[in-house]
């Protein structure tokens, strides 16, 4: 565990970056540090690895001073990631991915070999290793940086805004790629962001500074976003915290109904005995599916049987029950052109469909469980 103590630190012009920062950094989880430009995101992680020294309070890793410790061997210990990589321009990219194990003194073959098992840990093809940094996007470059950082095995990864110089797409598949590694090898990473959506969808615990290096609150995502600490917090949050806090919410306790889910083949006899179940739930249209049970589109009930599958509603973005928070349930209900959202299993066929209303209910019922949660403990 990293511990951050009463640190604070002040330039020689006078400028506080950081004042009495406290932060307990749990091992082999992610923790972001997020807040507006210059509150002093850099500055703390910077203290964590001794490239900028505290002007006050003590910094802890497994309870020992990191003053007390050789800065090399600290160091070694730590991979540090920045925008835009920092790659070494001159060297290939396996061999900037080799670059800590050669000072370590490993032969170059090893070096190459680790370097090469990291581009396949990171996502990138192996016909890249003998180019350029140059020849490469800047989503791949960003891949090496990570690669690089993790070539020495290092127990603690360091993150300075990795991502923000991609695309949001390839912005989105680094941040999965990340949240994959750190899964698999269960690293401790703290990741420094400006953006409050890549904190919240990376962090284990998000620390929010605000300008003057203050913690303004300390808490799980979850958490952020249903108690924000105050007003500052709670304007960075954003307008719409209540819709993505719904993403905390599985959609594994919403009732759906199957009564409306009728396959290509049902005759009108058997569709006319299931009227009274169908009449129940109030379900304005039938959900059309093909024998396999995949969702085909929205019939009206007076159009079918004899419902071309070409002239359905189209049925949008269906949720994976279970395994999709109730905030993709609600958006699938929301696009949907019958405010019904549909609900289909890890193969793709349908489970069953619900309501903007039953959607509503699961929600409040969310909320109400989470308060009991909360004052229970
Ligand atoms: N060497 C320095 N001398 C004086 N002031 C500095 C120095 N480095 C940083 N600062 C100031 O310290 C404050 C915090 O800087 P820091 O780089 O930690 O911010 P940041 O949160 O990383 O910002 P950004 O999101 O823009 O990267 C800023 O006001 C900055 O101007
Ligand atoms: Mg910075």
């Not at 598949?173 to 400006?194: A, M, Y």
């Not at 594994?252 to 409306?260: M, Q, R, S």
Request: net charge negative; hydrophobic share 40%; charged share 25%.
């Amino acid at each position: 565990m990293i511990r951050i103590d009463s640190v604070t630190k002040r330039y020689p012009d006078g400028t506080v970056a950081v004042d009495r920062l406290s932060l307990e950094i749990p091992d082999r989880s992610i923790t972001v540090l997020v807040g507006p430009s210059g509150c002093g995101k850099t500055t703390t992680l910077r203290m964590i690895n001794r490239m900028i020294e505290p002007s006050e309070g003590t910094i802890l890793i497994d309870g020992v001073d990191i003053q007390k410790q050789p800065v090399n061997t600290l160091r070694r210990g730590m991979g540090y990631v920045i925008q835009n990589a920092g790659l070494f321009q001159h060297r290939t990219i396996v061999d900037n991915i080799a670059t800590v194990p050669r000072l370590l003194g490993w032969s170059k073959d090893r070096a190459r070999g680790r370097a090469r098992e990291l581009m396949t840990r990171v996502g990138l093809d192996a016909s890249l290793a003998s180019r350029y940094p140059y020849q490469l996007s800047g989503g791949q470059q960003q891949r090496v940086g990570v690669a690089r950082a993790l070539a020495a095995d290092p127990p603690v990864l360091l993150m300075d805004e990795p991502f923000s110089a991609v695309d949001p797409i390839v912005r989105k598949g680094l941040q999965e790629e990340l949240l994959r590694i750190q899964e698999e090898l269960g690293k401790t990473i703290v990741f420094v962001t400006h953006d409050i959506d890549e904190a919240i969808r990376l962090g284990t615990m998000v620390a929010v500074m605000r300008t003057g290096g203050h913690l303004a609150q300390y808490a799980p995502p979850a958490e952020l976003l249903s108690s924000p600490a105050d007003a500052f917090v709670e304007d960075f949050l954003g307008a719409d915290r209540g819709i993505r806090r719904l993403s905390f919410f599985t959609s594994a306790g919403l009732e759906l109904t199957t009564a409306p889910v009728v396959a290509l083949d049902t005759t009108a006899r058997q569709l006319a005995a299931r009227e009274a179940e169908i009449a129940e739930v109030a379900a304005p249209h039938l959900l059309v599916t093909d024998l396999d049970g995949k969702p085909l589109g929205w019939c009206a009930p007076e159009d079918f049987p004899g419902a071309e599958p070409g002239r359905l509603l189209s049925f949008g973005r269906p949720f994976e029950f279970g395994k999709d928070s109730l905030r993709a349930a609600l958006d699938c209900a929301v696009l949907s052109p019958t405010g019904w959202a549909v609900a289909v299993d890890a193969e793709g066929r349908a489970v069953g469909v619900a309501s903007q209303e039953t959607i509503g209910e699961a929600i409040r019922a969310a909320h109400a469980e989470r308060r009991k949660a909360d004052v229970a403990g």
